[in-house]
């Protein structure tokens, strides 16, 4: 069932004191510049709490409150994109709306979630946004049974998973009135700085738009398969030549097997090229770090090819071929990124033209994990979290509420998914919406 969704209010929400005059350009980095500007969303969803006495108008308030008092922190957010390599911070603030959900509750959603609704929760659609339009926006959904959805969407221009966790994080901890509210450190632009030769790369990820195709989005299917404690430590015991494996490596081999092999049986060729993309975060795996709350986009893609057919073991060696692009970003990987060399940028070049080309079939995973379940407004933690974007090919990774298991949101063409879920062991292993 469909939910319907009615818009209640709109408003714009401006940071509480205004940005400082020496603060008023913030510069994109390296990384940033590499981004297509496209929107990319989380939704947070939260019971009424068992004891409260606040009303839809108190809480109304304190989020508005507390979201205008975090974007003084959070400044860029609230100004405007002035072209490729700056943001003018210029206090022209964030979308923020209200909405209630009329035809079913709460648990509805999380309990038989219908993915291609969960969009209305959002509070604009997910595409390449331009100049004059904000860099953030957000959606307060109300059910009638007093739970909550929280839609934010960010810019990718601006902002990576990381980065809009902290957000996030940082709102949430205002909102309760916590002291240890996240303070954000804008440096990324100072140790990556902009760089003329990643034009090339925005404009191959623009042609691509990583997944989003005008002429294809429609047919494009997300699903969301579930990994429970008990399914992964069996697919970690199938990774038996390999030590003490992560529940990242082994879901994202196993996905990505069953990608392979679906293709190859589409096909009905075992020559054709495969890779995955996997983006890696790079805050911590500096040397030193980087500070805790460093905002922007510090991400990268590391690439693994699959040329042929491989051995009858083929998921260990696809275990082995992630843990070791994943272990190979590492204080020297940054380290060449700092001083400019430009392997990096050849390197994601070449395979974003081949996917262009259709010479090889790719597919891309993103681990947003630990990133969002921390997010209390004052009502408890979020009961669930979902990541409605609907690109092809490409995989988010989140975690169960327990912290034990994954969700997997893979997005293909509805003719891939199809032949996706045909292997008994996809739909044995895990639990599909």
Same mark, same amino acid.
């Given at each position: 069932m469909m939910m319907e969704v009615e818009i209640i209010t709109r408003d714009t929400i401006k940071p509480s004191s205004p940005t400082p005059p020496h603060l008023k350009t913030y510069n994109l980095s390296y990384f940033d510049q590499t981004m297509s500007p496209f929107l990319f969303p989380i939704i947070l969803y939260y019971t009424k709490p068992e004891t409260s006495t606040s009303t839809t108008t108190s809480s109304s308030t304190c989020l508005k409150r507390s979201l205008s008092k975090c974007l003084t922190k959070f400044y860029p957010l609230a100004g405007r994109l002035k072209d490729d390599v700056s943001v003018d911070c210029n206090d022209a603030g964030v979308d923020y709306l209200e909405a209630k959900v009329t035809n079913c509750t709460l648990l509805d959603v999380i309990t038989n979630p219908n993915i291609p609704s969960l969009k209305q929760l959002l509070p604009c659609e997910l595409h390449i946004h331009d100049l004059e339009s904000p860099l953030l926006l957000v959606q307060v959904n109300r059910f009638q049974c007093g739970g909550i959805a929280i839609g934010v969407c960010i810019s990718h221009k601006v902002a990576d998973a990381s980065a809009l966790g902290m957000f996030v994080n940082g709102w949430s901890c205002t909102a309760r009135g916590d002291c240890e509210t996240v303070a954000p450190h804008f440096e990324l632009a100072t140790l990556f700085p902009w760089r003329d030769d990643t034009n090339d790369i925005e404009q191959e990820s623009q042609a691509t738009k990583w997944g989003y195709d005008h002429e294809k989005d429609n047919k494009i299917v997300t699903k969301r398969f579930v990994f429970n404690a008990t399914d992964i430590a069996r697919l970690r015991d199938k990774a038996r030549n390999i030590e003490s494996p992560t529940r990242i490596e082994v879901v994202s081999a196993f996905i990505w097997k069953r990608f392979v092999d679906s293709n190859r049986s589409k096909s009905r060729s075992t020559s054709k090229p495969y890779s995955v993309?996997?983006?890696?975060?790079?805050? +911590?795996?500096?040397?030193?770090? /980087?500070? #805790?709350? $460093?905002? &922007?986009?510090?991400?990268?893609?590391?690439?693994? @090819?699959?040329?042929?057919?491989?051995?009858?073991?083929?998921?260990?060696?696809?275990?082995?071929?992630?843990?070791?692009?994943?272990?190979?970003?590492?204080?020297?990987?940054?380290?060449?990124?700092?001083?400019?060399?430009?392997?990096?940028? +050849?390197?994601?070049?070449?395979? /974003?033209? #081949?996917? $262009?080309? &259709?010479?090889?079939?790719?597919?891309?995973?993103? @681990?947003?994990?630990?990133?969002?379940?921390?997010?209390?407004?004052?009502?408890?933690?979020?009961?669930?979290?979902?990541?409605?974007m609907y690109f092809r090919n490409v995989v988010i990774l989140m975690d169960t509420r327990d912290g034990e298991g994954i969700e997997a949101w893979v997005s293909l063409l509805d003719e891939d998914i199809v032949e996706f879920e045909s292997d008994p062991d996809t739909l044995c292993t895990s639990i599909c919406f």
């Open positions: 993309f996997h983006a890696m975060n790079l805050r +911590k795996r500096r040397a030193p770090p /980087l500070a #805790e709350h $460093g905002f &922007g986009n510090m991400s990268v893609l590391v690439i693994e @090819s699959l040329e042929t057919e491989d051995d009858e073991d083929e998921y260990c060696s696809l275990v082995g071929k992630i843990r070791s692009a994943i272990r190979g970003v590492d204080g020297e990987f940054v380290k060449k990124l700092e001083s400019g060399d430009e392997w990096y940028l +050849k390197h994601i070049k070449a395979g /974003l033209i #081949e996917q $262009g080309k &259709g010479e090889r079939e790719q597919i891309s995973f993103t @681990s947003w994990c630990w990133l969002f379940y921390d997010a209390d407004f004052g009502w408890g933690r979020p009961v669930w979290v979902s990541p409605p």
